[in-house]
């Protein structure tokens, strides 16, 4: 069985500063692990996957995230925040069987001016 | 070029009623995903469809629950006899490839349905 922790529900950062918003995993199968964020009203688009290899990948927007076996975690972080990324965050996990996603509770970003 | 596109956007309905949600996948694309969308449960699996295989149900939280795929293409989630704890968010999603763990799920704006 998958399942995915994400640790705060809302995260308030200031504009130019790190944004971190964490994920932790558990997968009974090599995990494929997924950030994907989410503006009001709207559906949910893919920031960054990680599959095999580079346990550093880079997204859109200047989004990365690391994946670290030994912690099960694949935290998402962006040097410097701009208000365009005030949004909602979904860390997932990919399914054993099929590729349904199993999603975290969602992490709220305001970027405060 | 065209994205995942759901309808009605919006969508009030009395309990007790039935109501039918649409999903057009990106073309090409051979599956399909509808999640649901909630205060209380978060983002959730319904269902699943690939090409002409049986559709993975393991989602649906009940019986009045049903979703059907005509020639591979666009969906139909259909609730029937509604309850007030089925106002939600329901997204679809689509990917190109035959299942695989890896592939990018595209997701539509969704439908916000809300019973009264």
């Known amino acids: 069985a998958q399942s995915v922790t994400q640790l705060g529900s809302h995260v308030s950062v200031s504009e130019g500063a790190l944004v971190l918003l964490r994920c932790n995993y558990s997968s009974s199968v090599p995990p494929y692990l997924f950030w994907y964020v989410q503006y009001p009203n709207q559906g949910l688009q893919l920031l960054l996957k990680?599959?095999?290899?580079?346990?550093l990948v880079k997204g859109i927007n200047g989004f990365e995230a690391e994946f670290k076996k030994s912690e099960t975690s694949f935290h998402l972080t962006k040097p410097s925040a701009h208000m365009s990324d005030a949004a909602e965050y979904f860390c997932a996990v990919s399914g054993a069987a099929g590729n349904k996603l199993t999603f975290g509770g969602g992490t709220r970003v305001l970027v405060k001016p | 070029g065209a994205g995942v596109s759901q309808s009605p956007s919006n969508k009030v309905t009395e309990k007790g009623k039935d109501v039918e949600l649409r999903c057009d996948p990106i073309?090409?694309?051979?599956?399909l995903y509808w999640y649901r969308q909630s205060l209380g449960q978060g983002l959730e699996f319904l269902i699943y469809?690939?090409?002409?295989?049986?559709?993975?149900k393991s989602g649906l939280p009940s019986d009045r629950f049903s979703a059907e795929r005509t020639g591979g293409s666009v969906s139909t989630l259909t609730i029937q006899r509604t309850q007030q704890e089925d106002s939600a968010v329901y997204l679809c999603a689509s990917s190109t490839r035959t299942g695989g763990r890896h592939d990018t799920q595209y997701f539509g704006p969704g439908t916000r349905l809300t019973v009264l």
């Open positions: 469809f690939q090409g002409n295989s049986a559709p993975d």
């Open positions: 990680y599959t095999t290899g580079a346990t």
């Open positions: 073309s090409g694309h051979t599956a």
